[in-house]
Each structure stands twice: as structure tokens, then as C-alpha cells.
């Protein structure tokens, strides 16, 4: 079975403080595919990153950044330099091979970004 | 540029009273899925259509049905809402099978009075 757990229920940091989010996951797949979305308070989910399992390989972008580990079958998220406009709600989720279309969301962790 | 719409924004019905969600894509992608999410909760898949097939996930309520009529649309019918299917629905496309990215719409967030 896939299982996506997000520890953090609520973050809440001061503007410009750096901040990592946590998740990990479960599956039996050798071939899975990991994404990180937003949810701001108007509601739509906006998609920030996916990788494969085969992809290690650390990212930027901009302020965002991910750390894939598989070892650890981690999936992080960091925000350098925090605003407030990165307050939202951040899904971890994990979608394999198993089943057509099955991916599986994180139960989600609400960022405060305090001015 | 909006690539996936989602209509009305808002909607408010009352118990019992059939209600129809719509969603529609520019993105000519052959997958269309709705979700339900509820207050602090992750999103739940209630069907998704590839192309044509329709997939209903095993503990989605028969309450709850969907159309695809064409590629560029899908509705999602709610035949007798309770107050428990007040929350919001998501509608989301993906170019191909599960291991393609999930491109989502605005939500709709449903009342039921």
C-alpha cells in the first residue's frame, strides 16, 4: 500500500526565516513518482515539483528547494528566505505504478509566514 | 491562460436538491479527476475518467455521479446531497496515466443548506 505522511500539521515561522517541510512515504513500487503542491486560501492546488525514483538528484528553485532521499524514503521541501506570501498549505503526494491513477496526498501542512 | 475551469466558484443547494459541478480543460489532456475536500483534509479521488473509461473509486458514495460528454469536459453529479457532502471539489487533469503531473482547477466549494 502507498502512504504519504506529513508530521507537521502547522508550521508557523517569521518572514525570512528558512523552513522545511517534512514528508515521508511508503511503497512498494520500484518505480514511483513524488510531488509537492500548494494550496494558498483561495483554494486551487498549484503544482510545485515532481521526481522520479530514479531521480535523486537534489533541486532549486528560486527560494524552493527539495532533498530526495531515498534511503530515508524522504521527500523534503525547504523555502529559503520565507515571505508571506508563502503561506498555504503544502501536499506531499505519491503516485506509483500499482494502480492506474492512484495518488495518494499527505495529510498536508499549513505554513505561517509572520511578518 | 486559465487551463483548467472550474464553474461556479460557489454553489449552494439544499438537502436533497440534485446539484451539477462542471469542469473543463484547454489543455486537450486525456485524464480528468474529481476530488472532494473537506475542511483540513487532504484531497480525497472520487472517479476520474481516462478518455472515455470511467474509474469510481471503491468508497466513493453511488451518490455521486460523472459525465465526460467530450475531451474538453467533465460534471461531476451530486443526486441528493447531504450536509456531510458539503466541502470543496477539485477537478484536475493529467496529460496521461498516474505518473504524469495533476493539473488542478479553482475548486468549487459546495453549501448544502
Known amino acids: 500500500a502507498q502512504k504519504v505522511t506529513q508530521a507537521q500539521t502547522e508550521i508557523s515561522v517569521v518572514e525570512k526565516e528558512d523552513v522545511t517541510l517534512d514528508c515521508v512515504y511508503e511503497?512498494?513500487?520500484?518505480?514511483?513518482?513524488l510531488f509537492w503542491y500548494k494550496q494558498p486560501p483561495s483554494g486551487e492546488l498549484v503544482f510545485l515539483i515532481r521526481?522520479?525514483?530514479?531521480?535523486?538528484q537534489n533541486e532549486i528553485s528560486g527560494r524552493y528547494s527539495w532533498n530526495f532521499q531515498k534511503s530515508t524514503s524522504s521527500f523534503n521541501f525547504t523555502i529559503t528566505a520565507s515571505q508571506v506570501v508563502d503561506s498555504a498549505v503544502y501536499f506531499c503526494?505519491?503516485?506509483?505504478?500499482?494502480?492506474?491513477?492512484?495518488?495518494?496526498f499527505g495529510a498536508g501542512t499549513r505554513l505561517t509566514v509572520k511578518p | 491562460d486559465a487551463m483548467v475551469i472550474q464553474n461556479p466558484r460557489y454553489q449552494v443547494t439544499q438537502f436533497g436538491k440534485p446539484v451539477t459541478l462542471s469542469c473543463s480543460q484547454t489543455?486537450?489532456?486525456?485524464?480528468m479527476y474529481w476530488y472532494q475536500q473537506k475542511s483540513s483534509q487532504a484531497p480525497k479521488l472520487l472517479f476520474h475518467?481516462?478518455?472515455?473509461?470511467?474509474?469510481n473509486e471503491a468508497d466513493t458514495p453511488d451518490n455521486f455521479q460523472s459525465r465526460r460528454p467530450n475531451t474538453s469536459f467533465c460534471f461531476l453529479d451530486i443526486r441528493s446531497p447531504g450536509l456531510g457532502d458539503a466541502a470543496m471539489y477539485l477537478c484536475?487533469?493529467?496529460?496521461?496515466?498516474?505518473?504524469?503531473?495533476?493539473?488542478f482547477g479553482p475548486g468549487t466549494r459546495l453549501l448544502v443548506l
Open positions: 484536475a487533469t493529467s496529460r496521461d496515466n498516474q505518473k504524469e503531473t495533476q493539473y
Open positions: 511503497t512498494r513500487d520500484t518505480t514511483y513518482y
Open positions: 521526481r522520479n525514483s530514479f531521480d535523486e
Open positions: 503526494a505519491l503516485s506509483g505504478l500499482v494502480e492506474v491513477n492512484d495518488m495518494r
Open positions: 489543455l486537450n489532456h486525456n485524464v
Open positions: 475518467y481516462y478518455d472515455k473509461d470511467f474509474n
